[in-house]
């Protein structure tokens, strides 16, 4: 089982980025997503989770309006389009899957990956 993300970097306060997560070894449309974040001394929290099928979302509220979560089950891969970046949006961004409903509990989750980071600065 693999999930491996990509897409982080250094962006300007305002800006844009997307994130994508690649599964493998694991029947990925079994599986809800979801996307966490944990910053420099901080527990790692939730910030967006999305269906098996697509179809329903859920977000915490400090990203709610800014990030999207999205899914495309034929390429097994998973993105998080982030726009409107704050500085307290950086850090360590982590997908994981779960075989079962979304959640926005870590400890719910099966599979993660290593993280990519995410920096908003000026």
């Known amino acids: 089982v693999q999930l491996v993300e990509s897409g982080g970097g250094l962006v300007q306060p305002g800006g844009s980025l997307r994130l994508s997560c690649a599964a493998s070894?694991?029947?990925?449309?079994?599986?809800?997503m979801g996307w966490f974040r944990q910053a420099p001394g901080k527990e790692r929290e939730f910030v967006a989770a999305?269906?098996?099928?697509?179809?329903?979302?859920i977000y915490a509220d400090s990203v709610k309006g800014r990030f999207t979560i999205s899914r495309d089950n034929a390429k097994n891969t998973v993105y998080l389009q982030m726009n409107t970046l704050k500085p307290e949006d950086t850090a360590v961004y982590y997908c994981?899957?779960?075989?079962?409903?979304?959640?926005?509990?870590?400890?719910?989750?099966?599979?993660w990956g290593q993280g990519t980071q995410v920096t908003v600065a000026s």
């Open positions: 070894g694991f029947t990925f449309d079994d599986y809800a």
């Open positions: 999305i269906s098996r099928n697509g179809g329903s979302t």
């Open positions: 994981a899957g779960r075989h079962s409903i979304m959640s926005r509990f870590r400890a719910d989750y099966n599979y």
